[in-house]
């Protein structure tokens, strides 16, 4: 069965610390793993990775994939208070739409 | 260009009754994914459809069905609700089927069964 584990469930840094969420997943015929962030409402998209070692980056935010150890991570670099939210992460199979999520990290930053 | 839209974006229902909520994806996208969103179970896939046909389904009880459109909107049906039912529905679209496709939620639709 497809399966999405992330770690740590909780975290909580004050604000300019940096963050490191991990993902691991073993998906059927993998070819995609996606990055969401929500907060009280529906996830927003970060991040889609499809190949190992290339390193995604946007603002303080940039995450990486390892196909052969089947994980993944974001970090995020002087978090802020706006950071905080759930982190999604989501691996996807081939020739499907269908997204198989974790439990989610919830981040928490302190000022 | 508009996000994804769902209606409505919140419906409290009784149990028994049915429900039928709608998506309409990003203007050309042609795929799209339901996903049940619970604090017990977290985000839970129930289907897909691209080109009006379901391409691949949840484990979920044949009370939840769904339907695609020639113009990509979507509806997905709950029958015989239970209390259990009560969740939020995210509605997702991507372009196609390709790798690169990303996909972008919908604000959801909060049902609750009382």
Redesign the interface.
Known sequence: EDKVVQSPLSLVVHEGDTVTLNCSYEVTNF??L?W?KQEK?????LF?L?SSGIEKKSGRLSSILDKKELFSILNITATQTGDSAVY?C?AQG???????????TRLTINP | KAGVTQTPRYLIKTRGQQVTLSCSPISGHR?V?W?QQTPGQ????LF?Y?SETQ??K?NFPGRFSGRQFSNSRSEMNVSTLELGDSALY?C?S?LG?A??????????TRLTVL
């Open positions: 070819r995609s996606l969401y409402k529906a996830p927003t998209f889609m499809t999604l989501a081939e020739g499907a739409q269908k997204l198989v999520f974790g439990q989610g | 795929s994914s996903y977290g985000l839970q896939f897909e691209f391409r691949n949840g995210l997702a991507s089927l790798a690169d496709n990303e996909q972008f939620f919908g604000p959801g």
